[in-house]
């Protein structure tokens, strides 16, 4: 993800032997305004990916891998499963290895939040992005209550599931027309 969406920050990363890998292939169903990941429609899954993120890892020596992928509105669970999938095939193939996910917020559906919550990963990401007044033209398909929820089901469904809180974070950009205030 890092060269395909043109992240300033891909040496410090790498610095630190830190990588993102993005899934669900290169096609963005979505195009937000920020965002340089090419959009379009993406054909099919490919269910080999989980374990070749995995191999790359391994091959790489991480021991934190953040996983990422292009918006698949495209797919009934938004990619769901193939995000599980891949937290499954990197544990199994680098014990202890720690897995942070920015997901998708997958048009509000909680039943593939819950897909992803359940493989347990160490940190869930969603980002807001920008301001709820910036939204519409900022991040296309997205709702700022939706994201919002989103975060607020994780962690509800996480201390449900096993009991703790899992941590759970977002990020936003400044710089694309909000004022001080917001």
């Given at each position: 993800v890092c060269e395909s969406a043109r992240c300033p920050n891909v040496a410090e990363c790498w610095?630190?032997?830190t990588a993102t890998f993005m899934i669900l292939g290169n096609l963005c169903t979505r195009?937000?305004?920020f965002c340089a990941v090419p959009h379009g429609r993406p054909t099919g899954l490919d269910e080999d990916e989980p374990?070749?993120?995995a191999e790359a890892a391994a091959q790489m020596g991480l021991k934190y891998v953040v996983v990422t992928s292009v918006n698949r509105d495209d797919q009934s669970d938004g990619g769901a499963a193939i995000f599980a999938a891949t937290i499954r095939a990197l544990r199994e193939r680098i014990p202890g290895c720690r897995v942070e996910v920015l997901i998708p917020d997958f048009r509000g559906d909680w039943e593939a939040l819950e897909t992803v919550v359940r493989t347990r990963p160490d940190v869930l990401n969603h980002n807001t992005e920008t301001v709820p007044r910036l939204y519409r033209q900022v991040r296309m398909g997205a709702v700022y209550e939706r994201s919002l929820e989103l975060l607020r089901r994780a962690k509800e469904m996480?201390?449900?599931f096993f009991g703790t809180k899992m941590p759970t974070k977002s990020g936003?950009?400044?710089?694309?027309g909000e004022t001080y205030g917001e």
């Open positions: 610095g630190h032997r195009a937000c305004g374990r070749r993120v996480s201390r449900s936003i950009m400044v710089g694309l």
